[in-house]
């Protein structure tokens, strides 16, 4: 037992060191290319064009990757897809991405059950998301999956415990996951008409709301539980 804590820093620092050597090797291999796209987002769509299925593929596998790594940001890659693709093609790409994605987090859960997430997440902390997931119903795993909380894409896997069936979970994520997606990418399509006071105030907001979120975490997480309390002691209506 006493192992398990090292051998889930050594997984992190690994697959943190590989994907920082990764973006190292790859912005001095073609640092200068990767400013000239961005700077020029009629070229950019060009190329992503000329990759034909790789292009729309490409979005979808990455995506699905960030989420089976969970600590990995979600934000930045709906934010690029609505840049470079627009909103609607983006859209369908991504959240194919997010349903793959959750499938493959789900399945594992249930396959490997708490024997994958005790590499993944400390002892303390799966036992406490135990209580708050398997105890408390589907609604509440809706409600994580809608509102920002400190689980993150921990709820993929930790859903995968729960005797939820995958169907109903993915209608779950589509329905929550939907929204935000949807939100970033119209913003990453209007990134091209910001001028500077436009990208100030874009990230004034991401700021903002960051630290909105780090300092109320406990608060929004009581309000998630308050939630699904309330609507598991709902009577149930007469037909």
Do not use: C
Request: glycine share 8%; hydrophobic share 55%; no cysteine.
């Amino acid at each position: 037992m006493s192992n398990r804590p090292g051998t889930r820093h050594v997984i992190l620092i690994v697959f943190g060191l590989v994907i920082t050597t990764g973006v190292v090797l790859f912005l001095t291999l073609a640092g200068r290319e990767v400013w000239h796209y961005l700077r020029n987002r009629e070229a950019l769509r060009e190329l992503i064009s000329s990759w034909g299925t790789w292009a729309w593929l490409g979005v979808i596998l990455l995506q699905a990757i960030q989420i089976v790594f969970a600590p990995l940001p979600g934000s930045l890659l709906s934010f690029a897809g609505g840049y470079v693709l627009g909103v609607w093609p983006a859209i369908v790409w991504l959240m194919l991405g997010v349903l793959l994605g959750a499938t493959i987090d789900f399945l594992l859960a249930r396959l490997l059950g708490r024997r994958l997430l005790r590499y993944l997440i400390p002892a303390d902390k799966l036992t406490r998301l135990d209580s708050m997931i398997i105890h408390r119903g589907a609604f509440y795993i809706f409600l994580l999956l809608l509102i920002p909380n400190p689980l993150g894409d921990w709820i993929y896997y930790l859903a995968g415990l729960t005797p939820l069936p995958l169907p109903v979970f993915l209608v779950f994520v589509l329905v929550a996951r939907l929204p935000s997606n949807l939100i970033e990418a119209i913003l990453g399509s209007s990134a091209a008409r910001f001028n500077w006071l436009g990208w100030t105030a874009l990230a004034a907001a991401i700021l903002a709301l960051s630290l909105l979120y780090y300092f109320n975490q406990r608060r929004i997480e009581a309000i998630i539980e308050r939630l699904a309390t309330r609507k598991r002691r709902e009577p149930a209506q007469p037909s």
